[in-house]
C-alpha cells in the first residue's frame, strides 16, 4: 500500500483537535525513513535494512535552525504549537538536544505562547542528553502500543534487545507532561499473528498506565495507509469500548478519529 513521507524540515502548519494550528518538524532524512522501530503501521512504510549512509542524509542542526527563522520570518505565522514528528524517531538525530535547545529560542522569538511537543517512540530517553533535553519541552507523547514484549516486537518491531519494562520505567521518570498513544491493530505479518485489543493485552496496559502515570491515553487505530495490507482497522465502536475499560482503572482516555 502506499505510504508516505514529508519531503520537508518543516511542513504544515495543520490544524488538529488537540494542538489547534501545529507547525511539523522533521528531523529526519527527506527521503528515507529512519526510526529505530519498524512498526507494521507505520505511514511512513518500513525502515530500511542498512542505515549505514542516512547519517549524511540528515538536516544539520544549522539547515533546521535557519529553515525554521525563515518560514517565521516569511509567513508571519504563530501557531500553537511546534511538533517534532516526521519520517522516523526525532531523538535519534545525534544533535536531538541541541536543536531542542534551537527550537526553544526560536519559539521564544516568534510565537512565545506556542507550546513545543515531541512525539516520540521513548527508545532514547535512557540516555541522559536525550532525558534533559525532553524535560525541556512543554509536551512529550509517547508511543505504547503493547505491554507485553511479544506483542511489541510483532507490532513495533523495535531495533533493540531492551526489553518493555527498562522502557516504561522510563516514561515513569518523565517529569513533564506525559501523553500515551497507543494504536490498536490486528492482523498477521510473516506467519505472526497480532491482536492488541485482547482482554489480557488491555489489562498489560492498564498496568503500564497505572506505573507511568499520564495525563492522558490516546486510544486511535490506523487512519491512513501502512506498509502491509494484512492489517485490520479497529472500529470506533471497539475502541470506545477499550477506552472505556482504561477509563474505569482512573486513567484519563480520549479515542482520536
Ligand atoms: S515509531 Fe513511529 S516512525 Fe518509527 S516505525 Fe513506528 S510509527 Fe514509524
Request: charged share 25%.
Amino acid at each position: 500500500m502506499a505510504t508516505f513521507l514529508f519531503d520537508k524540515i518543516i511542513f504544515g502548519p495543520v490544524h488538529s483537535r488537540r494542538m489547534g494550528v501545529s507547525l511539523g518538524v522533521n528531523l529526519l532524512p527527506k527521503t528515507i525513513k529512519y526510526c529505530n522501530y519498524n512498526c507494521i503501521y507505520c505511514e511512513c512504510g518500513f525502515t530500511p535494512e542498512s542505515t549505514k549512509n542516512i547519517i549524511e542524509e540528515l538536516p544539520t542542526r544549522t539547515e533546521i535552525r535557519e529553515t525554521l527563522i525563515e518560514w517565521f520570518q516569511t509567513t508571519h505565522t504563530t501557531p500553537d504549537a511546534l511538533t517534532f514528528a516526521g519520517n522516523g524517531e526525532p531523538t535519534i538525530h545525534p544533535n536531538f538536544a541541541e536543536i531542542i535547545d534551537d527550537v526553544i529560542d526560536i519559539r521564544n522569538t516568534y510565537c512565545p505562547n506556542a507550546e513545543i511537543v515531541v512525539l516520540t517512540n521513548a527508545t532514547m530517553m535512557h540516555k541522559e542528553k536525550i532525558m534533559k533535553a525532553l524535560h525541556k519541552v512543554d509536551r512529550c507523547m509517547f508511543k505504547l502500543d503493547s505491554a507485553i514484549d511479544v506483542s511489541r516486537n510483532s507490532i513495533n518491531q523495535p531495533g533493540t534487545e531492551h526489553s518493555l519494562s527498562y522502557f516504561i520505567n522510563h516514561m515513569s521518570k518523565f517529569e513533564g507532561k506525559r501523553i500515551i498513544q497507543t494504536l490498536f491493530i490486528k492482523g498477521i505479518h510473516e506467519g505472526q499473528e497480532f491482536d492488541n485489543t485482547t482482554d489480557e493485552e488491555i489489562d498489560a496496559l492498564i498496568s503500564a498506565y497505572k506505573h507511568i502515570h499520564p495525563h492522558e491515553v490516546i486510544v486511535y487505530s490506523t487512519q491512513r495507509d501502512t506498509p502491509i495490507d494484512s492489517i485490520e482497522q479497529i472500529s470506533q465502536e471497539t475502541l470506545l469500548q477499550i477506552a472505556e475499560k482504561i477509563k474505569q482503572s482512573g486513567i484519563p482516555v480520549s479515542v482520536s478519529s
